[in-house]
């Protein structure tokens, strides 16, 4: 895969490491193997944005229109939020696994935890794909209900934030499909391996969703937590400014280091802690 960025960009160890995405809306020369390693080899940034092309994330989901559809208090143990709940219309959404038919239109619910005043300086933000395994039953398969906390417990200790959380079990297949992901797991395939295995996409997620929330909610730009290179890029493409990205990096445990390996090598997550190798 390759980076498409300015033509006479001179990425240099900042790239990625440091959370700064270089403006990648003009030009669009490409950047060859011998520069993707030295960046690899002196931060470990992203080797692949496979969504990347002429310049723009240009993976868009077709989204119709966005709309709040609740809004209420919300007390937690990490302090008080707000909880809204917003609806997507998606018209014509590509289908994830190979052979089906998606319907013509579809409704993609997320969920917004509000704190504190988000309007004063560019808010906290973390976008979180929903992991019942993880967030709900504490599976050690996976980081995310690490992550979840912690993106959490970042907001409470800066007194204010939002927490975007999709409707994204499985990176987007679905739990039944992520359960029988699991089982190819079991016999030796890899995160990745099993969703293709399966049919689906590597990774069947869109972000455009959450930027279109936080548009909506008057948002325009966020300190954004996140590994994910793709997140940074769909918020910038969609007119959202990432100020700073921050890790969501968290301490790996043994049943997941390999997990965590895999999101970096094929999948293209920033990570310092888990060797390419």
Known sequence: MLYLLPSGFQPDGNFFCQGILPDIREGGSRVGHA????????????????RLSSGIY???MPLESVRKVADADFPTRWGHFR???FEGTVVGPEPCR?????????????????MGDIFSGPPIVRIHSQC????VFHSLRCDCRQQLELALETIATAGNGILLYEQQEGRGIGLMAKLKAYELQDQGFDTVEANVELGFKADCREFELPAAILKLMGVR?????????EKVAALEGAGVTV????????EPEDTFRE???VKREKMGHLSDSVPSR
């Open 221 to 229: 730009s966020v300190r954004l937590i996140t590994n994910n290179p």
């Open 132 to 135: 019942l395994t993880g967030d």
């Open 58 to 60: 240009n993976r868009t």
């Open 35 to 50: 520069w993707r390693k030295a960046c690899g080899a002196e931060c470990g940034c992203v080797r692949r944005i496979d």
């Open 259 to 261: 997990y965590l390996k």
């Open 98 to 114: 190979e052979g089906t038919i998606a319907p013509s239109v579809e409704i993609e619910g997320a969920v917004a935890l509000v």
């Open 83 to 85: 909880i809204l709940g």
């Open 243 to 250: 100020a700073e990205r921050i890790s969501a990096e968290i």
